[in-house]
T-cell receptor, first 113, second 115 residues
Framework: EADIYQTPRYLVIGTGKKITLECSQTMGHDKMYWYQQDPGMELHLIHYSYGVNSTEKGDLSSESTVSRIRTEHFPLTLESARPSHTSQYLC????????????FGEGSWLTVV | AQKVTQAQTEISVVEKEDVTLDCVYETRDTTYYLFWYKQPPSGELVFLIR??????QNEISGRYSWNFQKSTSSFNFTITASQVVDSAVYFCALNSGGSNYKLTFGKGTLLTVNP
């Protein structure tokens, strides 16, 4: 069972607010990822990190930003939320060599009104 | 380029029926890894199985079984005697190894098991 935690699970905020979605893992994994998923739709990689102080943009362009100051922590920030940011955000992590299993958190459902 | 195709968008069965979810993949790499994940209505993505390209043995875990065939580039997932709790979206995913740590996901298959 994966030990990867996301907070908040559910968030409803107003347009223009700044939000940070938290993600922490206790498995010591060096790789971490953020995926965005609209309800019933496919998953899109928006950010990833292969270690501390390393962050890259994913396959889908996103207005969000990430940071990786500590191995276990990979927060995602939206400086000014818009209704188009309404989605589920899934954090994930993996360790070791390529091809190892990527484990996911429970997701954060964001609604911007 | 990598690609995963799950042609079945939605499947509906009655409890106790067997159901097979199809997954076809494309990759030019000789070493790669295939995965299945389950996403129940609550939203989390639950890891089910990982298989590398050198191991074509079928796998069985309880009511779940997986059929990996390199000749047809398929990695199909069968649920035997389905139950209502199996209702979820199931994603097939591919990692081509090498220096690539990322997953390429299919679009998912929504399975509904009716009582």
């Amino acid at each position: 069972e994966a030990d990867i935690y996301q907070t908040p699970r559910y968030l409803v905020i107003g347009t223009g607010k700044k939000i940070t979605l938290e993600c922490s893992q206790t498995m010591g994994h060096d790789k971490m990822y953020w995926y965005q998923q609209d309800p019933g739709m496919e998953l899109h990689l928006i950010h990833y990190s292969y270690g501390v102080n390393s962050t890259e943009k994913g396959d889908l362009s996103s207005e969000s930003t990430v940071s990786r100051i500590r191995t276990e922590h990979f927060p995602l920030t939206l400086e000014s939320a818009r209704p188009s940011h309404t989605s589920q955000y899934l954090c994930a992590s993996s360790g070791g060599v390529p091809g190892n299993t990527i484990y996911f958190g429970e997701g954060s459902w964001l609604t911007v009104v | 380029a990598q690609k995963v195709t799950q042609a079945q968008t939605e499947i509906s069965v009655v409890e106790k029926e067997d159901v097979t979810l199809d997954c076809v993949y494309e990759t030019r790499d000789t070493t790669y890894y295939l995965f299945w994940y389950k996403q129940p209505p609550s939203g989390e993505l639950v890891f089910l199985i990982r298989r590398n390209s050198f191991d074509e043995q079928n796998e069985i875990s309880g009511r779940y079984s997986w059929n990996f065939q390199k000749s047809t580039s398929s990695f199909n997932f069968t649920i035997t005697a389905s139950q209502v709790v199996d209702s979820a979206v199931y994603f097939c995913a591919l990692n081509s190894g090498g220096s690539n740590y990322k997953l390429t996901f299919g679009k998912g298959t929504l399975l509904t098991v009716n009582p």
